[in-house]
């Protein structure tokens, strides 16, 4: 089968289908596929246009689909966790040895490349997000199913891989922007936590503050909090444990630089090509946090497709 024939299969099961180059990136704009399928007619041209070019599926919800990428090549890599042995879901190698793990779009999941950049390889793909799919080959070897693709066989994300996912992303996230990691532990403990009725409110609302305030993003910090919830004494309301977050979230932003607003403006009505400095200096973007925050932001609007880096 051709990748232009796999492409084809691939958008007739609901899939977002996008050319991909050398550098596991669309060689075509792909913004728009993140919101609706392509045409058939499109992707004749994608591979008209790149005859060469590997199969992609935009991730997320256009395509109702939420990928993890396990890079066990990696030296200190995160190995596959048992639950994932005991589901049954969609999964494909990669030339290098890696395994990605498909599942049923879940919104929870933070789309992000090299999210345990501490070497640890573990990475998710969602919404904004785009994969390199079998039957695509590269300089390595190829991309396999080893449980072939089928909607069918979407399982949802297990609980215990959410945990394994908090885990990391929050060590890689609190590495990166907390200058004293161990403080933020000793902050974190600094109270006994109970989730018996009572003490679940306020032991919530802590867990909350403290993720946040160590780094952690909101859609992990809920994921970590919405399992809370479901093993309090009773349980808590979901929807109140949501609350709990928006209120930890308001206390944290209410001192914080919206930076991602700020920059999303400004990439707005900024046209032809420009550097991180000129962003800096006109949005007085100064300290050294600040700057390291903007990059991050940089990163992630590459990611979502809305700019592009250009090498020299």
Known sequence: MTNLEAALSYLQQGLSVVPMGKGKRPLVPWKQYQERLPTEDEVRGFW???PEAGVGFVTGKVSGISVVDFDLYKEG???IPECLNKTETPTASTPRGGRHYYFTYDPRLEQGADKA?????L???NDGGCIMAPPTVNGAGRYEWIIPFSRDYLACVPDDLLLLLNKHLYNCNNSANNSNPQQSATNATNITLSFD???RDESLFHVAH???KGGMSPANAMKCIEILARNCNPPFPMHEARAKLESAM???NSKNRNLTAEIREWVSVTFGNFSATSAYHDLTIVTSEDKAKARVIFSRLVDEGLIERVEG
């Open 250 to 252: 308001s206390r944290i």
């Open 197 to 199: 009725e009572g003490k």
């Open 77 to 79: 890599a995160v190995q």
């Open 117 to 121: 950049s501490d070497g640890k390889g």
């Open 210 to 212: 403290s993720l946040l």
């Open 48 to 50: 008209k246009l790149h």
């Open 123 to 125: 990475d998710v793909r």
